[in-house]
């Protein structure tokens, strides 16, 4: 029963959740109302650093979303200079994260990291398209054995101010594997091998680990969603 409630938690999370509980004792000695609210911001604190454990669909080919959230943008767009993806506008899936969903990124495919590039930048709200561009990011590009490539960018947001990137050049990420991290709300863009089409819609539920973005092996268009 506890495991439904209680999840792991990104080591990230520790010394914050440190903070706003000595906060709420704090609160607790002021005015207890205050100490309530206390508990109620260390709760979500806990839970904002969360770090389930996620199944991975293991066929060859998928790629799956690298975080939990919503399906923003779908369109095409050259990838940032420093990935290496070249000047032709490729499909690219943004899913923004609001502060209540699960920050822990994952690879959307497996492959060898070829880069990782940081750029620093603004902190816009990261629903903006120009985020992309105008914003704080970490890139990586991922080398599939097939030597295709898919890039996968970690946009800072209006709140976020911190991009954790766990990995380094020449490692190989299983799919689904975590790589990192974005602190207090941001958004993942993933970059698609060109030809490949998208198999999630604009304002659909991702769940980073698990939901099936696009199908390499697929000759199948890119998918409509409807309201309803």
């Known amino acids: 029963m506890l495991s439904t409630f209680l999840k792991p938690m990104h080591r990230e999370g520790y010394r914050f959740v440190a903070i706003f509980a000595a906060i709420t004792v704090v609160l607790f000695l002021i005015w207890e109302p205050l100490g309530w609210i206390g508990v109620g911001l260390t709760v979500w604190c806990y839970y904002f650093f969360r770090d389930p454990d996620r199944v991975t669909p293991a066929r060859e080919g998928l790629?799956?979303?690298?975080?939990?959230?919503?399906v923003q943008m779908i369109e095409p767009a050259v990838a940032p200079a420093e990935l290496g993806l070249g000047a032709v506008?490729?499909?690219?899936?943004?899913v923004f994260m609001n502060v209540f969903n699960c920050h822990?990124?994952?690879?959307p495919v497996p492959g060898t990291v070829e880069t990782i590039a940081?750029?620093?930048?603004?902190?816009l709200n990261a629903s903006l398209d120009k985020a992309s561009v105008d914003n704080e990011r970490n890139g990586l590009t991922i080398l599939?054995?097939?030597?295709?490539?898919?890039?996968?960018?970690?946009?800072?947001?209006?709140?976020?101010?911190r991009i954790v990137c766990e990995v380094n050049e020449g490692v190989h990420l299983m799919g689904g594997q975590r790589f990192g991290m974005i602190r207090f709300g941001s958004r993942l863009?993933?970059?698609?091998?060109?030809?490949?089409?998208p198999?999630?819609?604009?304002g659909q539920t991702t769940v980073a680990g698990e939901t099936v973005i696009a199908d390499l092996a697929s000759d199948e268009g890119q998918r409509r969603g409807a309201i309803r």
Not at 118 to 123: A, M, V
Not at 199 to 202: E, H
């Open 63 to 70: 790629v799956i979303s690298p975080a939990d959230g919503i």
């Open 199 to 202: 198999l999630v819609a604009v």
């Open 104 to 107: 822990v990124n994952r690879a």
């Open 89 to 94: 506008p490729l499909t690219r899936v943004s």
């Open 118 to 123: 940081y750029r620093p930048g603004k902190f």
């Open 144 to 161: 599939m054995e097939d030597g295709r490539r898919i890039g996968v960018v970690q946009i800072a947001g209006l709140v976020a101010r």
């Open 189 to 197: 863009d993933v970059y698609l091998p060109e030809g490949v089409a």
